[in-house]
């Protein structure tokens, strides 16, 4: 079965079958922690900085990586900008994270 010498497929099994109920209740609970603490001030808080925290960590996390990226630092901060631009314009964090992320990809990929 491709499995190396003395490993048998009970074993295999007797790991991954724990390792998939313990990450799918680690994935599952806080959401059903959510149901109770729906209307609390910090929750309310989170849900409203949280998405602008993350999206500048990664901006940052993506400029200050980009050096040693195919493209170089020109293909990041070109996407970050048409990223601006456009959800400046159209206000759709969805639309705007697409646009970048496949301007960035094009970039790398074909242009530089």
């Known amino acids: ?4 010498t003395g490993v048998s497929l009970s074993m295999v099994a007797a790991v991954l ?8 209740l680690l994935r599952a609970l806080p959401f059903s922690f959510l149901r ?4 609390s001030p910090v929750i309310q808080f989170l849900g409203a900085t949280m998405p602008v925290g993350v999206m ?4 940052v996390y993506t400029l200050s990586s980009s050096r040693e990226n195919p493209g170089g630092i ?4 070109i996407a970050a900008g048409i990223t601006l631009a456009l959800h400046a ?21 074909l242009v530089f």
Request: some cysteine; aromatic content about 6%.
């Open 74 to 77: 020109w293909a990041a901060l």
């Open 56 to 59: 500048t960590v990664l901006v």
């Open 36 to 39: 109770l603490l729906k209307g």
């Open 89 to 109: 314009w159209k206000r759709r964090a969805g639309l705007s994270i697409l646009v970048g992320t496949a301007i960035y990809m094009v970039l790398v990929n």
């Open 1 to 4: 079965m491709g499995l190396p």
């Open 17 to 24: 079958i724990p390792v998939c109920v313990v990450t799918i």
